[in-house]
């Protein structure tokens, strides 16, 4: 059985940086796209950012792009979330999420395509 725990929320002035940490363990083989998603009260998740186990593909939301980053450890145990330059609208509960599948450019934001997620971890950016 996957199972996934978020860590490395957390309160921070605009213009900070954050890393967040997804360990995950039940993995077998590497054929897995793991994702960061985000939440904020009354509204649905939305993909932040995927890694593909298998080889170096990722994507992200265009309201990320050139200030997140993801990346996994060699182990390939831990996902993580490199937060640079944090703005208030960034701010939400961060959820990891996997499937068992290559992460696809037209599925790998949509909630529904995953079918293990962690807790949550918060994140708050005042400005």
């Known amino acids: 059985q996957v199972h996934l725990v978020e860590s490395g929320g957390g309160s921070v002035q605009g213009g900070a940086s954050l890393r967040l940490s997804c360990a995950a363990s039940?993995?077998?083989?590497?054929?897995?796209?793991m994702a960061w998603f985000r939440q904020i009260p009354g509204k649905g998740r939305e993909g932040v950012a995927a890694r593909f186990f298998g080889d170096f593909t990722t994507h992200y939301d265009d309201s990320v792009k050139g200030r997140f980053t993801v990346s996994l450890d060699n182990a390939k145990t831990t996902l993580y979330l490199h937060m640079n330059n944090l703005r208030p609208e960034d701010a939400a509960m961060y959820y990891c999420?996997?499937?068992?599948?290559?992460?696809?450019?037209?599925?790998?934001?949509?909630?529904?395509?995953?079918?293990?997620w962690g807790q949550g971890t918060p994140v708050t950016v005042s400005s």
């Open positions: 039940g993995f077998i083989g590497s054929h897995y796209c």
């Open positions: 999420a996997a499937r068992e599948s290559y992460c696809s450019s037209g599925s790998w934001f949509r909630e529904s395509a995953y079918n293990y």
